[in-house]
């Protein structure tokens, strides 16, 4: 079962709920370890309260049952969905990048139908650390205005997030920006990294250990030539070990396999599912970050360790912000030399990279997340 520390009786102020459901809807169960450390992180905190009991709509609910040790139904069981909502007290929209359409017009309308059933059975709803949009297009713009401003509570994860909601018009419900659920982790021992490294005979003492997460993209073939000539560069001229770490398994394994065919020098790929504490300790073994994935930028703000993030989203831009960062580039403006200089800045800088305070505060505002929820469980009124 997943697991992260909390400290002991965060919500003791907190109205507490008496056998209360509580259903949440996500992208879980697709072995995203970013989704996954959201699920994860959220289940954790808000099991704070002993009286609250979880259900899941996950794409595999057998994975989701057997990682989280939580109640799950299918994505597309829409009779059991319905039967759920009617039994709980509040539905939880989130974490994630669910309410867009860059990815997929079908997601969003998913994601929002789930909402209205909820409004329309008189369920709560809390949109919780969501990064909104971009939303494209007059009928889904409108739509989200409709369906959002009939909700209960929203927490946005950044200010861009924030920003969209008012150009949606979306002012009904309280807002507060928050932060990713996933910035509530802990840092976690080393330990498990190293075993993992070992286990894919990486020679743990040597330096610099370059880690890279990315994702298969459209129109990213520019990307990967550029991500492929640097990182032969750092092999070659700094002797750095190359190590590509999957978030999504195995379709990260697929695409980090797509740049080692491009390179000259060897490098490691961890061809295997982590959860999340692996995935933290795996990323803290590491020097330098380089990625095309969210939480794998956060995983290392977590874990202290430098990043480069190329942007393909604007939430890789929008977390970067929140601690002072920019992306490299994006995938089409992305070039080998800027990326093998900006590592050789990291590797020279300070180990302290990254102020503690902002961690610390953006800590804070994850955490505040839940406290929201229990605060919006205990009401007496329906909103």
Request: proline share 4%.
């Amino acid at each position: 079962m997943e697991s992260a520390p909390y400290p002991a009786n965060y919500f003791t102020d907190t109205r507490r709920a008496i056998l209360m459901n509580v259903l949440i809807s996500g992208y879980y169960g697709s072995k995203n370890g970013g989704d996954e450390a959201m699920l994860a992180s959220m289940l954790e905190v808000l099991r704070e309260s002993e009286d609250l009991k979880f259900t899941v709509i996950s794409l595999n609910p057998e994975y989701t049952k057997k990682r989280h040790n939580v109640d799950a139904v299918g994505w597309l069981d829409i009779f059991s969905i319905i039967k759920k909502i009617l039994n709980a007290d509040l539905l939880i929209s989130g974490g994630g990048s669910l309410l867009q359409n860059v990815t997929s017009c079908r997601s969003l309308y998913y994601y929002l139908g789930i909402i209205f059933l909820a409004k329309f059975f008189g369920c709560k709803v809390m949109l919780y650390a969501q990064g909104i949009g971009p939303i494209r297009g007059a009928f889904p713009s409108w739509l989200m205005k409709v369906i959002l401003n009939r909700v209960n509570l929203i927490t946005v994860r950044d200010k861009g997030s924030l920003d969209e909601l008012r150009r949606l018009k979306i002012t009904v419900p309280k807002i507060f920006c928050t932060a990713d659920p996933v910035l509530a982790l802990n840092p976690v021992p080393l330990t498990f990294g190293k075993k993992i490294l070992d286990r894919h005979s990486v020679d743990i003492n040597a330096t610099p250990k370059i880690g890279v997460a990315v994702r298969h993209w459209i129109d990213w073939d520019k990307c990967r030539n550029e991500i492929a000539a640097a990182l032969d560069m750092l092999a070659e001229k700094i002797s750095a070990q190359i190590i590509f770490i999957p978030m999504h398994f195995p379709e990260d394994v697929k695409a980090a396999k797509s740049i080692v065919q491009l390179m000259k020098n060897p490098c490691t790929v961890i061809e295997e599912e982590l959860l999340t504490a692996e995935n933290l300790s795996l990323i803290g073994c590491m020097d330098v970050l380089l990625a095309i994935r969210l939480h794998a930028l956060i995983f290392a703000g977590v874990m202290g360790v430098p990043m480069l993030g190329i942007s393909y989203d604007p939430k890789i831009g929008r977390f970067l912000d929140s601690i002072h960062e920019k992306p490299l580039g994006n995938l089409q403006d992305i070039t080998a030399d800027k990326i093998f200089a900006e590592t050789i800045k990291r590797l020279d800088a300070d180990k302290n990279f990254y102020d503690e305070s902002i961690l610390a505060n953006l800590r804070e505002l994850s955490l505040k997340n839940a406290k929201l929820a229990f605060e919006l469980l205990g009401m007496r009124e329906q909103g």
